[in-house]
């Protein structure tokens, strides 16, 4: 058994979950969420949880097992509460602005990036260096954070790029002087 999967998911006040033909649907204050159940994996809808359990021992019934729950664990705190991410952008020159729903970057290129933001995300661009990645699906926010950081990922020499709030960059030593 699933040490995750196991574990029943509570449902705070003002969700409704919708379960049909192996479609889930997650509606809160935040929005809604829609998301196909995998085979092999059963939901069981009472008062205020619910509980994954897998129809068989098999061995994709197993490996869906802890996945389906923690998606639906996943869609139900998005609704809720929503998810965010923070970048930060380091460089002589670097910077962000939002206009609209298309972000423009300038990241030492010889052309600005005009990245339009897909339906249900949002960002906050704070002092032209920190971004905010908001919203209520933890894969698309976590996606388009993702892609704004592959414009100018970090470099290891002197850290310019965009890069997670809370990673850390490993620096190495340039080059040394002829000797």
């Known amino acids: 058994m699933s040490r995750i999967g196991k574990l029943p998911i509570e449902i705070p006040k003002g969700v ?98 005009n990245f339009q933001l897909p339906k249900g995300i949002n960002v906050e661009v704070d002092k032209m260096t920190k971004l905010l990645v908001k919203g209520i699906d933890k894969e698309l926010v976590g996606q388009t954070a993702a892609k704004i950081r592959a414009f100018r990922g970090p470099e290891p020499y002197k850290g310019k790029g965009v890069k997670y709030a809370n990673e850390t960059i490993l620096r190495k030593a340039g080059k040394t002087g002829k000797k």
């Open 16 to 113: 409704k979950i919708s379960y049909i033909d192996s479609n889930l649907m997650v509606e809160g204050p935040k929005g809604s969420l829609g998301r196909r159940i995998m085979s092999g994996v059963s939901i069981d809808l009472t008062d205020n949880t619910i509980t994954v359990s897998r129809d068989n021992d098999g061995i994709k019934s197993r490996s869906a097992h802890g996945l389906t729950r923690t998606l639906i664990n996943n869609m139900v705190t998005g609704v809720t509460t929503g998810f965010e991410t923070a970048l930060e952008i380091n460089g002589v020159g670097y910077r962000a602005e939002l206009k609209g729903d298309v972000l423009n970057l300038s990241l030492g290129y010889s052309h600005p990036i």
